[in-house]
Nanobody, 124 residues
Framework: QVQLVESGGGLVQVGGSLRLSCAAS????????MGWYRQAPGKQRELIAA???????NYADSVKGRCTIFRDNAKKTVYLQMNSLKPEDTAVYYC??????????????????WGQGTQVTVSS
């Protein structure tokens, strides 16, 4: 069973940047979709970015223009570059995978593999 481990979180000031990494213990080449979720205290988990194994991307409006998701299958790693960070970006960030190799559309993605999360705190 492949495991996902997030890293790169931490404390950053408003307007700063962070790059989160999600390292897999095995190949992610066949995983149709990799995504990043976040969960702020008292709020539901929110999907903020996703990327298919063909490189198609999708972003939540809350991060569009400020975040970039990319994957390096050779390194078995998915990244989330976050810029212009705001206090409302404070959350635990989770990496997730839809292990099915075929991507149909964003509405049918089903994440069935999760990491344990990394904390991002944006201070003003």
């Amino acid at each position: 069973q492949v495991q996902l481990v997030e890293s790169g979180g931490g404390l950053v000031q408003v307007g700063g940047s962070l790059r989160l990494s999600c390292a897999a213990s095995g190949s992610i080449f066949s995983f149709g979709v990799m995504g990043w979720y976040r969960q702020a205290p008292g709020k539901q988990r929110e999907l903020i970015a996703a990327i298919t194994n063909g490189g198609r991307t999708n972003y939540a409006d809350s991060v569009k223009g400020r975040c970039t998701i990319f994957r390096d299958n050779a390194k078995k790693t998915v990244y989330l570059q976050m810029n212009s960070l705001k206090p409302e970006d404070t959350a635990v960030y989770y990496c997730a995978a839809d292990k099915r190799p075929i991507f149909a559309d964003w509405n049918t993605v089903r994440y069935d593999l999760w990491g344990q999360g990394t904390q991002v705190t944006v201070s003003s």
